[in-house]
């Protein structure tokens, strides 16, 4: 069983910063070198939840258009973490962040309780 933590978020000013935080853990992660698949993803009210941004075991990352340029993810992998670190921050950033992850090519993905982050003057 896995089990992803998210931490970091609340409330901040437009043009504000703030760093996500993503801690996994499971029996999974003692018996892998790296992790396959981690990524940060937003849900706004009345919106589906959308990507903002994952990496992937090599170190690929993507992002949404959005965010290009404001936001980087980036892991500590002897740890089992993932960082959102979210920078210039708009109104519309304002969502629900939800910390993902794929342990391993077969695994099932698992998801963070999410954490709420508002943009807001």
């Known amino acids: 069983q896995v089990q992803l933590v998210e931490s970091g978020g609340g409330l901040v000013q437009p043009g504000g910063s703030l760093r996500l935080s993503c801690a996994a853990s499971?029996?999974?992660?003692?018996?892998?070198?790296?992790?396959?698949?981690m990524g940060w993803y937003r849900q706004a009210p009345g919106k589906q939840r959308e990507l903002v941004a994952d990496?992937?075991?090599?170190?690929?990352?993507n992002y949404a258009d959005s965010v290009k340029g404001r936001f980087t993810i980036s892991r500590e992998s002897a740890r089992n973490m993932v960082y959102l670190q979210m920078n210039n921050l708009k109104p519309e950033d304002t969502a629900v962040y939800y910390c993902?992850?794929?342990?391993?090519?077969?695994?099932?993905?698992?998801w963070g309780q999410g954490i709420q982050v508002t943009v807001s003057s």
């Open positions: 499971g029996s999974i992660f003692s018996v892998i070198s790296s992790i396959y698949y």
């Open positions: 993902n992850t794929q342990a391993t090519v077969r695994s099932g993905n698992a």
């Open positions: 990496i992937q075991r090599g170190g690929m990352t």
